[in-house]
């Protein structure tokens, strides 16, 4: 009989300690995995996913007024390089600027689905330069892929079309989560 009311006390002292660990949590802690931070105001350098092809503004320099592509190429004399900076949060969400390094433009949703990006001069104000970034599902939660989110049409996310020298333009995300076309890699550069 003791040994049994020790071993209920010992349950009981087991499932207390488990329930105070949970309720320490936020539900949004206890439900969300935790995720990699993304290099903020550090140089990165952008690789598709699917296509293997960097993110690289067209005139490789990234000055303003150029659009977004995807390229096969490494060159050091071209200009890979971006950095995400922090905007503004929504929902408890940072809000990114991509900027181009060192041209200092930023990728702008200027005509929603189906639209280039261009480069534009960044302008914190201009939420067409704001975006989200979401991890792409499947990939390794410790060191995950992110879509590259528009923040004014959250439905939309930079996408590599194909392989080789082509544009990026913002596709319709389906299921609410961008896809592997829509996944980019963040490398420190």
Request: proline share 8%; glycine share 8%; with cysteine.
């Amino acid at each position: 009989m003791r040994v049994r009311t020790i071993r209920k006390l010992i349950a009981a002292a087991a499932a207390a300690t488990a329930l105070a660990a949970v309720a320490l949590t936020t539900p949004a802690e206890a439900a969300a995995p935790a995720i990699k931070a993304v290099p903020v105001g550090q140089p990165v350098v952008a690789v598709s996913q699917v296509t293997g092809n960097y993110l690289l503004p067209d005139d490789t320099k990234g000055n303003a007024g150029t659009y977004l592509q995807v390229y096969p190429s490494d060159q050091p004399t071209w200009n890979n390089q971006w950095q995400f900076e922090v905007v503004a949060y929504s929902d408890n969400r940072p809000v990114y600027q991509l900027k181009s390094s060192p041209g200092g433009a930023c990728a702008t949703d200027e005509k929603g689905a189906d639209s280039i990006s261009y480069l534009r001069v960044c302008s914190r104000g201009n939420k067409g330069q704001w975006w989200l970034l979401k991890p792409v599902p499947g990939t390794d939660p410790e060191n995950p892929d992110y879509g590259i989110v528009s923040y004014v049409h959250e439905d939309l996310a930079l996408t590599a079309r194909s392989e080789g020298d082509n544009y990026v333009d913002l596709k319709k995300m389906w299921g609410g989560s961008p896809s592997a076309r829509q996944g980019w890699h963040f490398y420190p550069a």
